[in-house]
């Protein structure tokens, strides 16, 4: 199993402009998350899914969007990027909802200048 | 509010040491931790957790401790080794719902 995988690994993306960050896990999760990272900083939750078709707003969803069409897939938007958006996001999954099952991915790295 | 912060950013072990990270949380209510493990370039990865009904709970070469009278969690690591050189973050869970409100993070240094 490849496990969580995450593309881009890194982008630099001018003000206004638009992106969506990919993920995908082979492993038949049922949730999944998507969180940022900024430097020397814990992780926030941005949005989380508990199944295909359904998604849910986290810790810090403004500016971003989700959707859940597989169990496989959950793309993360950016619609009108902005710095504050300047961070690194990873994506993880897990086969319950015990949050210490969560499987990490690699991180993008996004630059918004 | 709702918080979980580090005493110390940074540790620097011998090798062969035992290592004790810590960790302070302020929202009593929240009844599930977990510690990970962040190596440079890589996302995290899940090393021990622990309930509030626990006190201790012991791994391979990792225990956690929680104090819930201070509010204090803290990751020990026993015969330190060099690739346990990262950054360790506790993170804490309250309730049924997704949300796991991370602290700042330790970096800890292993001397060779």
């Known amino acids: 199993n490849a496990g969580v995988t995450q593309t881009p690994k890194f982008r630099i993306l001018k003000i206004g402009q638009s992106m969506t960050l990919q993920c995908t896990q082979d492993?038949?999760?049922?949730?999944m998350y998507w969180y940022r990272q900024d430097p020397g900083m814990g992780l926030k939750l941005i949005y989380y899914s508990v199944g295909a078709g359904i998604t849910d707003k986290g810790e810090v969803p403004n500016g971003y969007n989700v959707s859940r069409s597989t169990t496989e897939d959950f793309p993360l938007r950016l619609e009108l990027a902005a710095p504050s958006q300047t961070s690194v996001y990873f994506c993880?999954?897990?086969?319950?909802?015990?949050?210490?099952?969560?499987?990490f991915g690699p991180g993008t790295r996004l630059l918004v200048l | 509010g709702e918080s979980v912060g580090l005493h110390l950013p940074t540790l620097s072990v011998q090798e062969g040491d035992n290592s004790i990270i810590n960790c302070a949380y302020s929202n009593s209510a929240s009844d599930y931790f977990i510690w990970y493990k962040q190596e440079s370039g890589k996302g995290p990865q899940f090393i021990i957790d622990?309930?509030?009904?626990?006190d201790k709970r012991q791994g391979q070469r990792v225990t956690v401790l929680l104090n819930k009278t201070v509010k204090h969690l803290s990751l020990q690591i026993a015969a330190t080794q060099p690739g346990d050189s990262a950054v360790y973050f506790c993170?804490?869970?309250?309730?049924?719902?997704?949300?796991?409100?991370f602290g700042k993070g330790t970096l800890l240094t292993v001397n060779p």
């Open positions: 492993m038949n999760h049922n949730y």
């Open positions: 993170a804490e869970n309250k309730g049924s719902n997704y949300k796991l409100t």
């Open positions: 993880a999954s897990s086969y319950s909802v015990e949050l210490g099952t969560q499987y």
């Open positions: 622990i309930r509030s009904n626990m």
